[in-house]
């Protein structure tokens, strides 16, 4: 985390001169802390709801990686079917709504249902739950890996599309 604080620092310096590698970060930054919150949620599970075994912990790291793995695909299908393209020209009648919540609705339900499994603690399920909930965010950031992946082979497209991108905020029209 250290690291990746430290990487955020040009960010902050620099905005829009690393706009290409801001892609990259915010997909890096979306599975760090995608894991760091699936640990949270263990050390929550172990050492405050008294689980012992490692099956919790099997059952946390098939859901954590599952959660990765959908929303990843998700975004993929997304993105080739042309559902952002219509979305962003308001041209579908498709709601992803449901969709997009059904992603991680799963993750959330094991997470309540491995907290009442083994304890009935309240309080401790809630916060299992809001962080499994800030989770399924975090697991959305890590496809802007994708996007970094897309604008590295097709700058000449981004460029065409957004003449300004990657130019220092001096050197751009628009804003």
Sequence with gaps: MACLHLWAIMYVIAPYKYERSYYLFFGIYGLINTYVYFLVIQKLLYSHLFIQG??????????FIS?????????IRFLYSGTYANLQEKKTNKNVAPITAA???????????????????????I????????????AYFSTFIHRYFFILKNEEIVKK?????????KCRKNI
């Design 54 to 63: 490692s099956m919790a912990f099997i059952t946390g790291i098939i859901f």
């Design 67 to 75: 959660l990765i793995i959908f929303i990843n695909w998700l975004n």
């Design 103 to 125: 992603a991680g609705l799963g993750y959330v339900i094991a997470h309540l249902v491995l907290t009442f499994i083994y304890s009935v603690s309240i309080k401790m399920a």
């Design 127 to 138: 916060l299992i739950i809001v962080l499994s909930v800030l989770s399924i965010a975090t």
């Design 161 to 169: 599309l957004r003449p300004e991108f990657g130019l220092p905020k």
